[in-house]
């Protein structure tokens, strides 16, 4: 993360944001033949079929709540591949990374998996570093030394946060989420039409 950021202008930070968010369309845009990652658009048929879900219906419950969208496989995959056009997944990886190491019992595990999360997502300079104010941080630091399944708690409240004020509205509102609710809509107005 850049360190003076607070400093600059905010006509500066919000023409660089929408800068990012460009840069990161482009970069996905077909036609241009640079795609990162995996596909930007869910196939709702696919996946329908390979496990049974009918997942149109699920496609507009992620709207109603970021927990309906967290709730979902699929919603979290079309999430994260929306915050990589935003150069953002790393906020949803480290959200990801704490519900999993909530889940470890091994105490030795507890602590190593506690480290590495640290290191990749919340000390400074972190390779994919989170964004969260230093107060946060700190504590979270001073939480390793007895790591329990709550340590990162506080960090990852504020990374939800961030994500369902900030990053959810703007994936409701994209163009690849807009696409999947009118595949949804018109699977399943074709799906009346057949009973």
Known sequence: MCRGLAALPITCLERAKDLKTRLGILLHKPELGHRIGTSSKLQLG?????QGIDSSQEVLEWRESFDQLLRSKSGVTAFHTFLKTEFSEENLDFWLACED???TRSK??????????FEEFVQNEAPREVNIDHETREITRKNLSGATSACFNEAQA??????????????????????????????????????
Do not use: C, W
């Not at 030795?108 to 999360?117: F, G, V």
């Open 101 to 103: 190491f909530k889940k």
């Open 158 to 195: 504020k990374t939800r946060t961030l994500m369902e004020k900030d990053s959810y509205p703007r994936f409701l509102k994209s163009a690849s989420y807009q696409d999947m609710t009118k595949q949804a809509t018109s699977h399943g107005v074709s799906k009346r039409s057949h009973t």
């Open 108 to 117: 030795t595990k507890l602590a190593s998996k506690a480290n590495r999360i």
């Open 46 to 50: 696919s996946r329908r079929s390979r």
